[in-house]
């Protein structure tokens, strides 16, 4: 088992990583001194719930702690502020009250969704992550929680840190083979912006990693949360450096949104960003290396990079113009200077994106 | 003009109380360096859209700002999530960005709206407060932003401080003689609370207060305000001392509930709770001249002591049990020590306020 703090003043936590935690719950709850006193609700999906919510039920309760379930949908539309309040139901119906806890057991959609409601049940409890997917090593890192609009994404939500994040990699040998290729993505991108030998080490075990092998899922976890937790230590609130983590999700939202989000699958999206944003690099004077390194990268982790065919480039466009990161009409894109170095660029124009769409529509199918 | 300004590290904001402020509010947003670009949601209910809004309006843009408005049925139901949805809708319709602010323009639950909507719309943007009401010289300092769940009071919200809050005491003069009333009830209590000398002051000037005088109003609120803001900067998440605000509310509470949030102004409820409370305190031993000063002082402002014959006692009781102040089936209440003094108490029984109710019924009707 590996700890890492993230440090974040009086709101800094621990992720601990490594394997069967979700069996020790109970214990992980009594060490951080979460009281026995107030019922605890574990709001998870149906598609995690048979897998792995008994350990976590098995291991509070033998521990002494009342528990409460809450089950929604797998996928995004549970990221509603109707799930939100059905939620909140649940909470008040069973008496949790201003000690209580709320435990996100599940990926990125239930950690949001529980996360926004630890951060606004009585204004505020404790909020425990248990990410069960390898995507979450991302999000259960920085504390963005939210619930979409159904105008937009993630427009209603806050900044709210857990107490503790408990990350079973045990959990992870049950996901399907394209959400661990979708999850790595964010991995390899922690890489990209920040840390060459660790984008190099990404490359070289992407067989490894691919098969689950738990050392090396242990130590590319570790790495990739840190990376992401030293980022948020210095911008909590995504006042600035913050948005270096956005590296390919520029482009990567919109393919997500012009997807009817379900198409592809985060990871996929923001690969493909992540191929855009080097070729528009490229075309700005970075070394051609720089895109091909960046997609032989993700191809090793069979990642699509290349923009499909059937996606309209007005749709994209439009899409990219509706995402929050646009202020004042101007497009801010996060571009690499190099492998483990990137760039906030504020001057991308439109034209510069069209061009690139239309290059990687040129590069095929490769999904 | 008056400040005052709220202690609260890098939370901390100005509270301006003057007259005819709402006319200057462009040149406060340009004191404090409120971005031109973004546009600004103005939130205010139907009542005070006809006597406010296009002094608010009128202001802004002749600063240069651009303004969307969204009003909302005056009264406690637009404290819902389908109300706090729909002006989520207008935010993001209207471009709303990361760099924009949310006003509050009205009473309490203009405020804990707006406020929720200030804390949530794209994970937290600028909050300014230009309260309407007496009232909201309680509400306005503290930052509890909240909407209703059905089945309880204030379960979804969040701590959110406002950038400023402009208090125009000449909004105050169009307020309705029982909203006036009942509002200088929480200002008694700040006297009552903590400082003795302002509990005698608002006594000798109750006339004055009634009739909006608008020196004494200032000096008034200017005093509340800043008790407020003391016990505030204490104990900004209520963990502790904050709780001694609480006085008069876990009965009023449940007398507001009880007459189904529409009988009882918060003001009126919360004064027959501070004479509950004065009151157990003389049963547990306090001299008996501190309920008759309590009550004094509260019927100089012409608010009610009594319990009203029609409210269940088991409905109250029950009412009081499901309030959130409340935890591992002990009650906790806030009782009077003498005039500017409270103390927590965590043991009363529910014995001790069944037979408050009943004598305070005794004191027959005098609304």
Redesign the interface.
Known sequence: MRTLEVDLGDRSYPIYIGGDLLKQAGAYFERHGLTK??PVLIVTDKNVAPLHLHKVEASLQASGYRTVCHIVEAGEPSKS?AV??QV??TA??NGL???SSVVALGGGVVGDLAGFVA??????VTFVQMPTTILAHDSSVGG?V?VN?R??K??????YQPEMVLYDVNSLQTLPDREVRAGLSEMVKHGLIWDEPFANWCGDNCDKLLALDADALEYGLIQGCGIKAKVVATDE??QGLRAILNLGHTLGHAIEATGGYGEYLHGEAISIGMAAAALIAVHRGRDASLYEKTIQLLKGFGLPTAMPQHLKEEQLISAMMHD?KF??NKIVFVLPVRIGEVEIVSDVMLEEVRQVIAELKGEGQNV
């Open positions: 006193k107030s502020l939100f309040e909140m139901t008040i119906e009250d201003r000690k951060a606004s049940y009585m204004r505020g963005k939210a609009h105008l937009a993630n427009m209603i939500g806050a900044f609130r995504e929050k202020t004042e």
